[in-house]
């Protein structure tokens, strides 16, 4: 059975060898790409022509870097999932019982690297894991997520470096290109929106 995609150009299947997409008006290069599966997104991370960065970001993925012939470091901003915030629960007076107004509080952030150097070895693979929960990098390092925030006060961030809620507000994620705010912790629910917010994905920033 014939591998790989094929697509029909002039009556004549041809093979795709490079996919690109459009993000932002620039052209980038899909490295790898999966598709749903079984009702599972599957990881698309994009290779950045321009900086040579690599982008992970998704749903709970594992996939495989394989550092460049020629690369000898690497350097790598990630983060883990963010906790999630707490709900509010609003209290009842009257009667012969009543019951306090319990607070959402918001989780803290996931663990956190920023542009931490590596020194790797050239045709090496690495596992990554990236998602909601921890975000682990080979034999690197791995990346705590963060603490969903309770009843008793907000969550602490995830190990390292992890930011802790602040009240309501969940901590504080990075802002990546192309992929938003990711590990940010969960604001806390409110009297206009009792539910606690879900912390956000984790991601993984690769540049050599």
């Known amino acids: 059975m014939a591998r790989g995609a094929y697509i029909g150009v002039g009556g004549t ?3 795709i060898k490079r996919i690109y997409v459009g993000v932002g008006g620039v052209a980038r290069r ?15 991370h994009l290779v950045d022509n321009s900086t040579g960065a690599v982008v992970y970001s998704t749903v709970t993925m594992q996939s495989n870097f394989t550092v460049p012939i020629g690369v000898r470091s690497i350097a790598v901003t990630a983060i883990a999932g963010g906790g999630d915030g707490s709900n509010y629960i609003k209290g009842t007076t009257g009667g012969c019982s009543s019951t306090p107004t319990v607070l959402g509080y918001g989780g803290g952030s996931g663990g956190k690297v920023n542009g931490t150097t ?31 925030g309770s ?10 470096n992890g930011t802790a809620g602040s009240g309501t507000t969940g901590g504080a994620g990075f802002t990546i290109s192309d992929a938003g705010e990711r590990g940010k912790g969960g604001n806390g629910g409110t009297s206009g929106s009792t539910s606690g917010q879900l912390g956000s994905s984790g991601a993984v920033v690769i540049t050599w």
């Open 118 to 148: 590596y020194n790797v070895t050239p045709g090496s693979v690495h596992s990554i894991t990236v998602g909601p929960g921890s975000t682990v990098f080979g034999s690197l390092f791995t990346l705590g997520k963060g603490n969903n």
């Open 30 to 44: 899909v490295a790898a790409a999966y598709i749903g599966v079984g009702g599972v997104a599957r990881l698309c």
């Open 151 to 160: 009843s008793s006060g907000p969550g602490s961030g995830g190990s390292p």
């Open 13 to 15: 299947a041809r093979k």
